[in-house]
T-cell receptor
Framework: SQTIHQWPATLVQPVGSPLSLECTVE??????LYWYRQAAGRGLQLLFY??????ISSEVPQNLSASRPQDRQFILSSKKLLLSDSGFYLC???????????FGSGTRLTVV | RKEVEQDPGPFNVPEGATVAFNCTYS??????FFWYRQDCRKEPKLLMS???SGNEDGRFTAQLNRASQYISLLIRDSKLSDSATYLC????????????FGKGTRLSVIA
């Protein structure tokens, strides 16, 4: 069966520090991968998506970047965090374009 | 017009009640539709896909009206455990275009 892993579950980082969040998928190949952010009490905001190794599409200009160094690995990064980067970060994968997404358990990031 | 719109609620209903949520979408070319459930401080989880002919899963019924471009979710015999935020999700285009999530409708089932 397919599983998606995200870590860490919670993170507290100072302003100006770097960030690296990792997401991996097991049990499937060539998945579409997504990074979302959800601010407190708000809806899901799509940040990045990838349809293959090295292929990254960015939805909004921001302080973040994403990379896909391996087929089942998706990394979200920042060189210098801002207070506004706080939120609930969710990674998701899908098998095809019509099957819906499966989300990881998320990382709750607080920038202080 | 926003791509996917939902009434944010909250809907406060007693146990055993029937409650319905509606969602409208702007792109008539949309092809696939879903309802997700998100518990507080948790990730969204797929509740059910929405098929053109309508579909039912236990106490949950989803319907699609392509002519009016809206999707509905009906919950019968509400349970306390149904309390959550329900997200309407639409695939605006075919292929690899990301799904579009509504902001969600919050439901509280009260004893």
């Amino acid at each position: 069966s397919q599983t998606i892993h995200q870590w860490p579950a919670t993170l507290v980082q100072p302003v100006g520090s770097p960030l690296s969040l990792e997401c991996t998928v097991e049990g499937t190949s060539n998945p579409n991968l997504y990074w979302y952010r959800q601010a407190a009490g708000r809806g899901l905001q799509l940040l990045f998506y990838s349809v293959g190794i090295g292929q990254i599409s960015s939805e909004v200009p921001q302080n973040l970047s994403a990379s896909r160094p391996q087929d089942r690995q998706f990394i979200l990064s920042s060189k210098k965090l801002l207070l506004s980067d706080s939120g609930f970060y969710l990674c998701a994968w899908e098998r095809t374009g019509l099957s819906g997404y499966t989300f990881g358990s998320g990382t709750r990031l607080t920038v202080v | 017009r926003k791509e996917v719109e939902q009434d944010p609620g909250p809907f406060n209903v007693p146990e055993g009640a029937t409650v319905a949520f509606n969602c409208t979408y702007s792109n008539s070319a949309s092809q696939s539709f879903f309802w997700y459930r998100q518990d507080c401080r948790k990730e969204p989880k797929l509740l059910m896909s929405v098929y053109s002919s309508g579909n039912e899963d236990g106490r949950f019924t989803a319907q699609l009206n392509r002519a009016s471009q809206y999707i509905s979710l009906l919950i019968r015999d509400s349970k306390l455990s149904d309390s959550a935020t329900y997200l309407c999700v639409v695939n605006t285009f075919s292929g690899n275009t990301p799904l579009v999530f509504g902001k969600g409708t919050r439901l509280s089932v009260i004893a």
